[in-house]
């Protein structure tokens, strides 16, 4: 039996040289996959000298046997974080799952990638193996998002797989490998390289350097981003005690065309342990439906093709008409407390690994914090994450205490308005309503006269909130007041609601209108 991955087949990747002469840089990134191709592409947008090292071709190990689900809904239950680590520290690690989906998506627009990007609702259901009545558990989980401000609601039967479920709005799905060879090609230049069939080794300990196929490469910081971290700079009982705290599992996927129709364009996953993962996607004569499960610790089992064979009679018992084309299997890297393992092992090197189910999002999301490491920037989840935790601090008013950092920025952009009509508008209130697929702040006088604006602060970009007590718009990032009618009443904003080109809804391109009566 044959295996490749249907994005490997569906794709083009560019190809680069080897290295062949030393080179200086301000960050070298280890590891051309999802985690590594991101960060170089960070970098090198923040104005950095980057060098990225692939010691096969970029994006050919996990992130091309990946069934590329995007989501912040992570492996450990909602409930179970909450019970593990308090509710903030829950709330704290959705949130960085949905800030690095942000992230993908800023950067699909900003780069015009043509690579299927699309907000999909994802679906945790009953287990499909099983009968035993869950609804409960998962009511209460539905419950427990909610009042964390996630977008989730409970459903008695989700489409297809007819069993009790939570319906979370706003995931994504992606083709992973077209994503990052269009990044990929944004790296070189200025000063930066990216390099294939290159191997780092013999790491300095006195410096910040490491041979590459016998050259020197010399940085200031390095990122190892790599499944199972490099030693580096590490030492060894250091290294060894953290390969400790890390797992290596094999997960079996395939892929298989499907009636046109036959399911919505969603992210499916069940309760068991190990779990069932489905999406399915548009094509133009057919549906194209990726499934796959039945891990198990790699190098503990020797028949991929009974896993692969079980995944196909379950997979054709809800579509039978299932024409299975692609089979594949990748490697998923599980932690000692469900949470990834991202930041600095000692001064100026940077690992990330431990990613379990959500692989393209907290690489992303690692990516995003190395670029902050870098440069000596706070970052929100670095406490979370650290390599060195032992035990979470409940100390931790994690939105009090992040409030400005950018992701709080767009946020609330990817919830509902509060309404999608002028009639929801009485006199002497302010709403904000979605109208046409944006979102408008929208006020209503004493007179029933209308006045519509861009719902967005001037100074940084955060959704305003209606003050119905002071008849006021505020910015609840840094505290910027505004007239009902858009005029600013307090800094630091300069310019009124509307007086300044909006930014973009996510998944949208168009602007806001300004003020109008």
Partial sequence: MTTNSSWIATSNPPTFPAIAEDITVDVAVIGGGNTGVTAAYLMKKAGLKVALIERDRVGAADTAHTSAHLTCVTDLRLSELVSKFGQDHAQAIWDAGEAAIQQIEQIVADEGIDCDFARVPGFLHAALQEERDESKELLEDARLAETLGFPATYVESVPVFNRPGIQFSNQARFHPLRYLDALVQRIPGDGSHVFEHTEATEFSSDSLSFQANGKTVSCRFIVIATDVPLMGKTGLIDATLFQTKISPYVSYVIGAKISHGAV??????????????????????????????????????????????????????????????????????????????????????????????????????????????????????????????????????????????????????????????????????????????????????????????????????????????????????????????????????????????????????????????
């Fill in 264 to 517: 919505p364009d969603a992210l499916f996953w069940d309760t068991s342990d190990p779990y069932y993962y489905f999406r399915s996607e548009r094509r133009a004569k057919y549906d194209y439906a990726v499934f796959g499960g039945l891990d198990h610790k790699t190098g503990q089992d020797s028949d991929p093709k009974a896993h692969f064979a079980q995944l196909e009679e379950l997979l054709k018992k809800y579509f039978p008409e299932a024409n299975v084309n692609h089979r594949w299997s990748g490697q998923v890297i599980e932690s000692v407390d469900g949470l990834p393992f991202i930041g600095e092992t000692v001064p100026g090197q940077f690992v990330a690994t431990g990613f379990s189910g959500n692989g393209l999002t907290y690489g992303t999301l690692a990516a995003m914090m190395a670029r902050d490491a870098v440069q000596g920037k706070e970052n929100p989840w670095r406490d979370l994450f650290t390599i060195r935790r032992k035990k979470l601090s409940s100390i931790f008013n994690y939105i009090k205490e992040n409030i400005d950092y950018p992701y709080y920025m767009i946020k609330d952009r990817l919830t509902g308005g509060e309404g999608t009509s002028l009639r929801d508008v009485k006199r002497r209130e302010g709403k904000i309503l979605k109208i046409d697929g944006k979102r408008v702040a929208v006020y209503r006088d004493g007179n029933g006269q209308v006045t519509q604006l861009s719902p967005y602060c001037t100074h940084m970009g955060c959704l305003v909130n209606w003050n119905g007590a002071e008849q006021a718009w505020d910015c609840p990032c840094h505290g910027s007041r505004f007239q009902a009618t858009g005029e600013v009443l307090a800094g630091p904003a300069e310019a009124c609601l509307g007086c300044v080109k909006a930014p973009s809804e996510a998944g949208s391109n168009a602007e806001v209108a300004g003020p109008v009566s």
